[in-house]
């Protein structure tokens, strides 16, 4: 059971274009979703937690504008990153809890690797 | 600030044991999580602590204290697949996960 998908798992897009990634909870309702990037070598850094129906909270230094999340359903949430630049390659993944708040364990989906050419 | 700090990286032998230590400093405490992530694949839980002690789970344990900030993941009977990032998160008062740097563990034969 918590299983979390990412799609899709990598993609490649020109500069200037926005790519949109969906993070699905596929046997649980997911109160509250997250998005994380990781460049290479580096630690996980949290850009935003998600509650389904209300607006994403941003962390520090993560534009809004650019980085649109939308948790729309209780199993579906997505990440477009608007006007890709190549700063913006990384690995994005997402991860999912059953509650809100809580001492819950985060289900990560598998990431998705953007490379921005 | 909030602050989690592990090691970068640790070399051992298939079949010894490896200790993996994480200190941290956070605003409020609500539990502390390891997680296992191969190379260019997302992170798996391994284990969840919130009170002081040590929790096994098979060939993984994890200890925490809370009077000293500090947990540790040990590893027996190492196998090449454990080679990985282990990486340390605390849940702080606002149940936000704080995520040390991870440390890359590498096995030798």
């Known amino acids: 059971g918590a299983v979390v998908s990412q799609h899709p798992s990598w993609v490649i897009c020109k500069s200037g274009t926005s790519v949109k990634i969906e993070c699905r909870s596929l046997?649980?309702?997911?109160?509250?979703m997250f998005w994380y990037r990781q460049f290479p070598k580096q630690s996980l850094m949290l850009m935003a937690t998600?509650?389904?129906?209300?607006?994403?909270?941003?962390e520090q230094g993560v534009e809004k504008d650019k980085f649109l999340i939308n948790h729309a359903s209780l199993t579906l949430s997505t990440l477009t990153v608007t006007s890709a630049h190549p700063e913006d390659s990384s690995f994005y993944i997402c991860?999912?809890?059953?509650?809100?708040?809580?001492?819950?364990?985060?289900?990560f989906g598998p990431g998705t690797r953007l490379t921005v050419t | 600030g909030q602050n989690i700090d592990q090691p970068t990286e640790m070399t051992a032998t298939e079949g010894a044991i490896v200790q993996i230590n994480c200190t941290y400093q956070?605003?409020?405490?609500?539990?502390l999580f390891w997680y296992q992530q191969h190379a260019g694949e997302a992170p798996t839980f391994l284990s969840y602590?919130?009170l002081d002690g040590l929790e096994e789970k098979g060939r993984f344990s994890s200890f925490l204290s809370r009077s000293k900030g500090y947990s540790y993941l040990l590893l027996k009977e190492l196998q090449m697949k454990d080679s990985a990032s282990y990486l340390c998160?605390?849940?702080?008062?606002?149940?936000?996960?704080?995520w040390g740097a991870g440390t890359k563990l590498i096995i030798k034969p």
């Open positions: 998160a605390v849940l702080d008062s606002n149940y936000q996960l704080i």
């Open positions: 998600s509650n389904e129906g209300s607006k994403a909270t941003y």
């Open positions: 991860s999912a809890t059953e509650d809100a708040g809580g001492p819950h364990e985060q289900y």
């Open positions: 956070t605003s409020g405490f609500n539990g």
């Open positions: 602590n919130v």
């Open positions: 046997d649980f309702q997911a109160t509250t």
